[in-house]
């Protein structure tokens, strides 16, 4: 299929920004005249409506409005950018559902058209869209609560029209790019993001969704992944078929080997195969077989089945996705299964995603879900989807959520035992207790620190139980919590929190992700006191935490494959992370791709690199790949579309043995050795600084400038 072309895309943009605004306006005023700002409710106000407030109090609560102890009100800010979030998205969903033909009324089990829904809609005195936005809800519970009171508001009549014409005004074709979804959170929150950069102000929890956020182009998704799941696949079938290794006349005719023919088929593109080099070779020459550039990832398990694969910074799901298409073609392949139970085996298995932000999380989710459809072609059944949010915090204190294990206890029926001492022991009096705790503890600091919590820093004894078994009781108790004060959102918080805790706590075969950029001058005190701590040699950006930190996930055959800032490759701050980095870690591959790598941020803003590095020791002779698409200095940036068609093109492999970057000045990573080449400094015996006069510069600024005086003589010939 192809991307959302540009126009269409600016469309999109256009109408979802719009929606965010029309909507949260609309949710302010639903929620004052239900008197959820207020102190006490309207005197007017009816039972129904007075339980419905009070079901909104505590789910704002949860989402981070706080509650003035002295005035008694509270704020709303927080809970209507939820309401406006959840209606304008269960349309949108279900939209997307309706023209990919996935939307299904629950029930008859019948396929529905938009037409069909406002048909039905008309018959029972309802709107078309609501109509559609529950049948997508029905079909998709894990993503739309069917109890969160923010759907069961009633928006104004004139927010509801507007935001069916923004809905309307799409054009069929939106919604069958592959791509669409994916762009649709950073819409959603482009506003808020330039709002948060002009204002200046340092990143906190409640900023870091929004200033984040940067959808990943596809051809770095591929790239990545087929580097590395692609170049696994291919190692296996060159080492089966050694004629092929030695007698392939190029790539493509290697790409063409490694291509999955099942469900319609799945090209690695991206691919890249270099030359071994023959003892016989002279400089520059590689005559030998031919190996993925990358390598062949001997530690990873020979199955597919084998496979997990992470993405911690999911966003809306496009590495998920991408990975998805891949796993289920190559499970099918290898075991010989049909689409429909390849799929549900790898969203079983294979597939993990962590996002700190729950509204990007459930987009995930429904990308996922949505892939998994077409791909099938109906909707059928799926299992679990191992996608959860690592940025929920408690809000609440230890000692509550303690009660809720009690309480955990009695709505599943849970019976106590007696023990020789007579004291009455259970799940909840112990194990769900004390998993109970442990959440709280871990997750204080979640909606700040997100995939960077580490189960293992908090207490190698933190966690006990089966996590599965925690959120299985949790949901269990909210099933039969429904109404009554004060659980519900707690324990809908305490359930997402086990999956995630368990995603955390998980080992992987790849971690793949475009980590989240963010300069150390940003970011809030406590994120800065967090990076001190934790990643005292990474802790100059965000992502090169995040680059730290996912060798925690990996074990010890491993890999990570991200989009990162490029500058931690060569600027002094992060010296000491490349060299532990270089001796410790096998350097499979770097892209450089400079400026221009993003075809929605323009100019030097964000300068990128490609990395795939794996978590055991490297090889005394192993060589790591370099492709750079970058442009020269001083020249205008090449474009990503361009930055794409290079990368598995006319940007050759540079090969250099990894032991020689470490010893480059500052360990510096490079794309081409050194080699016997000489370094500037050496040129020189020495160097002296003497002070000159006052000056003026170009720009009208006054100071004690300095001039380098260069005293002494070539040290050796160029």
């Not at 209606?87 to 990919?100: D, G, K, S, V």
């Not at 071994?276 to 550039?293: C, H, I, K, L």
């Not at 996912?550 to 989009?563: H, K, N, P, S, Y």
């Not at 090889?619 to 200095?633: F, K, L, Q, Y």
Request: net charge negative; proline share 5%; glycine share 10%.
């Amino acid at each position: 299929m192809t991307p959302l072309p540009p126009d269409l895309r600016t469309l999109l943009a256009r109408a979802i920004q719009q929606a965010r605004r029309v909507g949260e306006s609309g949710a302010q005023d639903a929620l004052r005249s239900l008197a959820v700002h207020r102190a006490k409710p309207h005197d007017s106000m009816s039972l129904a409506h007075r339980s419905l407030r009070n079901r909104l109090l505590r789910r704002g609560r949860q989402a981070g409005d706080r509650r003035d102890r002295e005035t008694g009100t509270q704020n709303i800010g927080h809970l209507a950018h939820e309401a406006a979030y959840e209606h304008w998205h269960r349309m949108l969903f279900a939209r997307f559902l309706a023209e990919n033909g996935l939307l299904r009324d629950p029930e008859h089990g019948v396929d529905l058209s938009l037409d069909d829904c406002r048909d039905l809609a008309e018959e029972e005195g309802a709107d078309a869209w609501d109509f559609a936005g529950r049948c997508a809800g029905h079909m998709l519970p894990e993503i739309f609560r069917g109890d969160d009171p923010v759907l069961d508001i009633s928006l104004p009549p004139e927010t509801w029209q507007e935001l069916e014409g923004l809905l309307d005004g799409l054009p069929e074709a939106v919604f069958s790019a592959p791509d669409s979804l994916g762009w649709t959170y950073q819409f959603w929150q482009a506003e808020r993001k330039d709002e948060v950069n002009r204002s200046g102000v340092k990143i906190g929890a409640d900023e870091l969704p929004a200033v984040t956020q940067l959808f990943t182009e596809t051809y770095m998704v591929r790239f990545l992944l087929h580097n590395t799941v692609g170049a696994w696949r291919a190692g296996r079938l060159l080492a089966d078929r050694p004629d092929l290794a030695d007698g392939a006349d190029d790539e493509d005719g290697l790409r063409r080997l490694a291509r999955l023919d099942t469900a319609g088929g799945y090209d690695f593109s991206y691919l890249r195969f270099v030359r071994r080099v023959r003892e016989e070779d002279g400089d520059d020459e590689r005559t030998g077989p031919w190996r993925p550039a990358a390598g062949s990832f001997p530690d990873w398990s020979r199955d597919a089945a084998a496979l997990r694969v992470l993405d911690p910074c999911c966003g809306s799901g496009h590495f998920l996705v991408e990975a998805f298409e891949l796993l289920v073609r190559l499970r099918m392949a290898e075991e010989g299964v049909q689409a429909d139970e390849a799929i549900r085996r790898v969203l079983r298995d294979n597939l993990f995603g962590l996002e700190i932000d729950p509204r990007c999380t459930q987009i995930a989710a429904f990308n996922l879900a949505l892939a998994a459809w077409r791909l099938a072609g109906e909707p059928i059944d799926l299992p679990p989807l191992n996608v959860a949010c690592a940025g929920l915090a408690p809000n609440a204190s230890e000692a509550e959520w303690r009660q809720l294990a009690e309480r955990a206890e009695g709505a599943t029926g849970l019976a106590g035992d007696r023990d020789l001492f007579g004291e009455d022991q259970s799940l909840a009096t112990g194990a769900l207790q004390d998993e109970m705790a442990a959440l709280h503890k871990l997750f204080g600091r979640a909606p700040e620190l997100g995939s960077l919590l580490d189960p293992g820093a908090v207490g190698r004894d933190l966690f006990s139980a089966d996590f599965k078994s925690v959120a299985k009781l949790l949901d269990i108790a909210i099933g039969r919590e429904r109404g009554v004060a004060g659980r519900d959102e707690r324990a809908v918080a305490a359930a997402g929190m086990a999956r995630a805790a368990e995603i955390l706590q998980g080992r992987y075969t790849l971690v793949v992700t475009n980590v989240p950029f963010l300069a150390r001058g940003k970011q809030g005190t406590g994120l800065r006191a967090f990076a001190e701590t934790h990643h005292g040699d990474a802790k100059g950006d965000l992502a090169t935490m995040f680059v730290s930190r996912i060798f925690g996930w990996l074990g010890r055959g491993g890999t990570q494959a991200v989009v990162s800032p490029q500058n931690w490759l060569f600027l002094k701050t992060y010296r000491k992370l490349r060299e532990r980095l270089l001796k410790g870690r096998t350097w499979n591959m770097v892209a450089r791709l400079g400026p221009g790598a993003f075809e929605t941020v323009s100019g030097e803003v964000v300068n990128v690199a490609l990395d795939v590095i794996s978590a055991g020791r490297p090889n005394p002779e192993w060589e790591m790949a370099g492709v750079d698409v970058s442009s020269p200095r001083g020249r205008r940036p090449i474009k990503a579309a361009d930055k794409g068609e290079r990368l598995w093109g006319e940007a050759g492999v540079m090969m250099s043995k990894q032991g020689e970057q470490v010893r480059n000045p500052d360990s510096v990573v490079l794309m081409r050795p050194i080699g016997d080449r000489a370094l500037l400094v050496e040129f020189f015996t020495a160097i002296r600084e003497s002070p000159l006069p006052t000056t003026h510069n170009t720009a009208g600024y006054s100071g004690n400038c300095h001039r380098s005086l260069l005293v002494g003589v070539f040290s050796r010939a160029p």
